[in-house]
Nanobody, 125 residues
């Protein structure tokens, strides 16, 4: 059973920054991603990083969010700049099976097999 553990969330004021981390117990993942869920809203894909270390970002956050993986491809990061109150949500890390790349489906839940427990991001004005 692959375990994903997120960290780095917290409570910040608007305009601040956070860096979220996700560590997998697996040896490698070609595709990893971030999702978020705000109260009363559906979970949405935020970012993904594939085998070539390139990724996909949700259009509404692409000017402020940046996702990356380490070279081993077992740790995923999400740099969030200029935080806004609407970014408040639980952020979940996800990873695909070892041999599956993101392709064009990096923001779709069906791409992923493993999920973390989430880390809370709260942004106040």
């Amino acid at each position: 059973q692959v375990q994903l553990v997120e960290s780095g969330g917290g409570s910040v004021q608007a305009g601040g920054s956070l860096r979220l981390s996700c560590k997998s117990s697996a040896s490698t993942h070609r595709c990893m991603g971030w999702f978020r869920q705000a109260p009363g809203k559906e979970r949405e894909g935020v970012a993904s990083v594939g085998i070539d270390f390139k990724g996909t970002l949700l259009d509404s956050v692409k000017e402020r969010f940046f996702a990356s993986k380490d070279r081993i491809k077992t740790t995923l990061y999400l740099q969030i700049n200029n935080l806004r109150p609407e970014d408040t949500a639980i952020y979940y890390c996800a990873a695909a099976r070892a041999d599956r790349d993101c392709g064009s489906d990096g923001l779709k839940e069906g791409t992923y097999t493993y999920w973390g427990q989430g880390t809370q991001v709260t942004v106040s004005s």
